[in-house]
C-alpha cells in the first residue's frame, strides 16, 4: 500500500470520526436541551399516551372546594370540572387533540407529577407501569366570591373583568373576565369559538391590553409627590394647549386655583397634561417601571406586559397624552390591581399569587407560597399622601359610585379613549382605606360611559361583598 492510499485511508478515516463526533455532539444537545421541548409538543402522540395512564391531579379553591379533578381508569382518564365556565380562563382545559390552557397548561408538570418531585416509590411504579398519580393545585381563589364577581360583571357588560386580591398578600380571590367559555364542551365548541369576534378565549384580565384613561394618573401623581422641581399648583381654564393640540377637561369642566389633590379628586386632564409635559418622559417613565409597567409580571399564568415606552423620544403631545393614561400606555386590569394594592400597601407592591399550595396524591404538602414583595412602588409617606387623596375621590369626587356606608373606599375612575370603538370605564381602588383588605381592578370594555358610572357601581357592589364575606369567615374560624 502506497503513501497514497494510507493518505485516502486517514482522510476517511477521519471524515468518519468527525461524523461520529458531530452525532454524538448532536444527540447530547438534543438530550440536555431539546428532549424536553419536543416531548412536550402538542403533536407529540406518545406524550399523550405517556400522560394517559397518569391521573391528573385535583384543583382545588382555597376553602377546599373541588374545582377539578380526573375520572376514568389508567389510559382512558378524563377531565371533570366543577365549574366549567365560572373558572374556564383561569384553570382552563386539558384536551388531547387541542392540548391545554390555564393552569392545565402552566402547572401541567405538577398534575402529571413530573416536576422532579417524585419519590424512589412513584419511580418504581413508573417503570413497572403501575397506577399513578399526579400533585393537587390548592389556589387561593374563592369560589363564593368568583362566583358573585361574575355575577355582578355580567349584569353590568359583556366584555371586561374583574380582579380582586388581597393588597398586603397578592393572593387573588377573584378573577374575572368576560365572555367566557365552557371548559367542558371546548371540543365541541371550539370552531364556534375560534370564530368568535368578541374574544372568548382571551383572558381579558391578564392579557387585555387597555388604555388606562385617568386611573394612570395615580402614577403621574406619584412622580409629581417625588419630586421638587415642578410646582404642584395650577390654574386651570379648562383648556391646555400642548405644541399645538389642545386638552380639555371631561364635560368641559373649569376648576381654577387647583392642587394636586384636587386635580386627582376631580380627574383634571389639564392639570395631568401640564404637569406630566413639565415632568418629562423619563421620569413618567421611571414611575411607571415603579408600577411594574415594562416587565413580565412573576405569576402562574403568562401575563402580558403593560406599556409606557419612554426609551424612544416621544413627541410632546403623546407625552402630554400619556400623562393621562391615553397616548401609547398599555395596561392589564391584573395591573393595575397591583397598582391600587401598592397605594394601599404603604408603597410596596406584592407578587400576585393564584397557586398558593402544592400537595402530592396523599395530600403532603410539597410547595407553598409566601407573600414576596415585588418592589418598593412609593415610599410610605408618598402612600400616605396618595390614600388620602384617592379618599377624597370617592368621597367627593369622580369616584362617588365606588362608596360604601360603613366602609371607606379609596380609588381613582378612569374613562378611556379608545381608538377602535366606544370608551373603555375603570376603576382601581381599595377598601377600607385605613387598613384594606381588598384591592380591585374593574374594566368594562367599551362602555360608552365614564369610569365614574360604569365601573365604580360594580367595584362597590363587589368590594361589599367580598368584605361581608371575609368577615364571615373569619367569625366561622
Known amino acids: 500500500m502506497n503513501k497514497s492510499e494510507n493518505r485516502k485511508i486517514i482522510i476517511l478515516l477521519a471524515g468518519l ?12 444537545y438534543f438530550y440536555f436541551f431539546e428532549a424536553e ?19 391528573r391531579g385535583d384543583i382545588y379553591d382555597r376553602n377546599g372546594e373541588l374545582l377539578a379533578t380526573s375520572k376514568g381508569e389508567p389510559g382512558k382518564y378524563y377531565r ?19 392540548g391545554k390552557s ?48 361574575r355575577e355582578i360583571l ?18 387573588i380571590y377573584a378573577m374575572v373576565s368576560l365572555p367566557d367559555y365552557n371548559a367542558a364542551t371546548v371540543a365541541e365548541d371550539w370552531n364556534t369559538l375560534q370564530q368568535n369576534e368578541a374574544g372568548a378565549l382571551l383572558n381579558r384580565s391578564i392579557n387585555g391590553k387597555y388604555p388606562p384613561g385617568s386611573t394612570f394618573k395615580v402614577i403621574t401623581a406619584s412622580a409629581l409627590l417625588d419630586q421638587d422641581r415642578v410646582n404642584l399648583n395650577y390654574e386651570d381654564t379648562g383648556s391646555q394647549v400642548i405644541d399645538g393640540r389642545e386638552f380639555r377637561n371631561a364635560g368641559g369642566g373649569q376648576y381654577g386655583a387647583i392642587d394636586l389633590r384636587e386635580a386627582l379628586m376631580k380627574s383634571v386632564n389639564t392639570y395631568f397634561v401640564s404637569k406630566g409635559s413639565q415632568l418629562g418622559q423619563e421620569a413618567l417613565g421611571n414611575a411607571s417601571d415603579k408600577f411594574h409597567f415594562n416587565a413580565k409580571i412573576p405569576f402562574d399564568l403568562p401575563v402580558s ?30 395591573n393595575m390591581a397591583m397598582v391600587a394594592s401598592a ?46 387623596y384617592l379618599i377624597s375621590a370617592v368621597q367627593d369626587g369622580t369616584g362617588k359610585k365606588a362608596s360604601l356606608r360603613s366602609v371607606q373606599v379609596a380609588g381613582k375612575t378612569g374613562t378611556a379613549e379608545n381608538a377602535s370603538g366606544k370608551d373603555h370605564a375603570w376603576f382601581i381602588g381599595y377598601a377600607p382605606a385605613e387598613d384594606p383588605q381588598l384591592a380591585v381592578a374593574v374594566l368594562v370594555e367599551q362602555a360608552n360611559s365614564t369610569g365614574g358610572a360604569a365601573a365604580a357601581p360594580i367595584a362597590a357592589d363587589i368590594l361589599s361583598y367580598g368584605l361581608r364575606h371575609i368577615a364571615a369567615e373569619g367569625q366561622d374560624e
Open 154 to 171: 355580567e349584569e353590568n357588560t359583556e366584555k371586561g373583568s374583574i380582579v380582586l386580591m388581597n393588597p398586603k398578600t397578592g393572593e
Open 37 to 55: 421541548t419536543v416531548k412536550k409538543h402538542p403533536s407529540n402522540r406518545r406524550s399523550y399516551i405517556a400522560e394517559a395512564q397518569v391521573k
Open 17 to 28: 470520526m468527525l461524523l461520529f463526533l458531530g452525532a454524538i455532539l448532536y444527540l447530547t
Open 102 to 149: 390555564g393552569l392545565e397548561s402552566s402547572y401541567n408538570d405538577y398534575l402529571l407529577n413530573r416536576n422532579g418531585n417524585r419519590t424512589l416509590k412513584e419511580l418504581s411504579d413508573m417503570i413497572r407501569n403501575r397506577k399513578q398519580d399526579g400533585n393537587s393545585l390548592i389556589l387561593t381563589m374563592d369560589t363564593q366570591v368568583q362566583s358573585k364577581a
Open 305 to 334: 406586559v403593560s406599556v409606557f415606552d419612554y426609551q424612544k423620544n416621544l413627541p410632546k403631545t403623546t407625552l402630554a397624552a400619556s400623562a393621562i393614561g391615553q397616548g401609547d400606555v398599555l395596561a392589564t386590569p391584573l
Open 343 to 388: 397605594i394601599g400597601n404603604e408603597g410596596k407592591m406584592m407578587r400576585p399569587i393564584l397557586v398558593k399550595e402544592i400537595d402530592d396524591a396523599k395530600g403532603t404538602k410539597i410547595e407553598g407560597r409566601e407573600p414576596e414583595v415585588l418592589r418598593e412602588s412609593v415610599s410610605p409617606e408618598i402612600a400616605e399622601t396618595l390614600n388620602k
Open 80 to 98: 371533570e370540572y366543577t365549574y366549567p365556565i365560572l373558572y374556564s380562563h383561569l384553570i382552563g382545559y386539558s384536551h388531547t387533540s387541542l
